[in-house]
């Protein structure tokens, strides 16, 4: 499910500032971009997220701003200095060049000052920028149950629609099997024509020939998939891949009845149960 959010957290000398951007996704993929001194915290960053989100591509943007309590600084080495020092006084002295030693002279010579790289403390600076992380949390979840309340009321007519369309399968079912049942007797009684044939055997046959292409078990079990999804759709878990689940079973169901029953309204009827359950597939994608 889409969705955005930010989050600030700081002080006086350095603000975190993290944004979050969640689409579409099978399962939980995350990418973290913060600053390299930081890269430690990458994976409790991925922990807190995966403690609020299921699945879906979250892109996470970490960004600092100030001074951290790393960094670069300067470093004198008035040791090494003293040397230089030394050594150009005595390189005066032994020529007579009779010149005046400047600091800019000093300056000149490498690795009198230094720049050194010091690493941050990444646990000092773990709880104010996990403050911005939850933060962006909070926004990006406010905006997705928005969409999600839109999506359970597209989804929910969706499965109205379906379920009318095995309302309509149930009520054709008894007259369907009649007369099933009656063109079965026909064709074997124009075949046996002529034949002596026991009346209740031939009866039999023909039941037995109906039963096969009855199809009010699976218009039961539909019936039950249907109940469980609307269930699923009260809960306040993730169900995202339960009703992935169940709308396999629906397409499963359907495929059957398809392949039991020769008749061209209920195969009308199951052309549109496979449009509606594409459908709901397609909006199922997008729950956690």
């Not at 032994?94 to 400047?102: K, P």
């Not at 009321?153 to 009649?178: S, T, W, Y």
């Amino acid at each position: 499910m889409t969705g955005f959010g930010r989050g600030e957290s700081g002080n006086a000398e350095r603000t975190w500032i993290v944004e979050i951007r969640t689409v579409n996704h099978r399962f939980l993929d995350q990418r973290v971009v913060l600053p390299s001194a930081f890269a430690a915290l990458e994976e409790q960053i991925k922990k807190a997220v995966a403690g609020q989100q299921d699945r879906g591509r979250v892109d996470i943007s970490v960004t600092l701003r100030g001074e951290s309590s790393g960094g670069s600084q300067l470093h004198l080495d008035l040791d090494l200095a003293r040397q230089y020092h030394a050594c150009l006084q005595e390189m005066n002295t032994e020529l007579g060049l009779g010149a005046t030693i400047q600091i800019s002279d000093l300056l000149s010579l490498r690795n009198i000052i230094a720049v050194q790289e010091q690493s941050p403390d990444v646990e000092e600076e773990w709880p104010q920028l996990k403050e911005a992380l939850l933060a962006a949390l909070g926004d990006c979840a406010c905006m997705r149950e928005r969409e999600g309340g839109s999506l359970k009321e597209e989804l929910l007519q969706r499965l109205n629609n379906f379920a009318d369309l095995v309302g309509k399968i149930e009520g054709m079912v008894p007259e369907v099997l009649e007369q099933r049942q009656q063109e079965l007797k026909n064709r074997i009684t124009k075949l046996l024509e002529g034949v002596d044939v026991d009346p209740v055997r031939l009866a039999q046959e023909a039941a037995i020939m109906a039963d096969k292409a009855d199809v009010t078990e699976e218009v039961v079990r539909l019936a039950s998939h249907i109940d469980q999804f609307r269930g699923f759709m009260g809960s306040d878990e993730s169900v995202g891949r339960r009703l992935d689940f169940l709308l396999q079973e629906f397409l499963r169901e359907v495929n059957t009845l398809a392949s039991k029953i020769s008749n061209s309204a209920i195969a009308h009827l199951g052309v549109e149960m496979k449009n509606e359950i594409e459908k709901l597939r397609e909006q199922v994608q997008n729950i956690e």
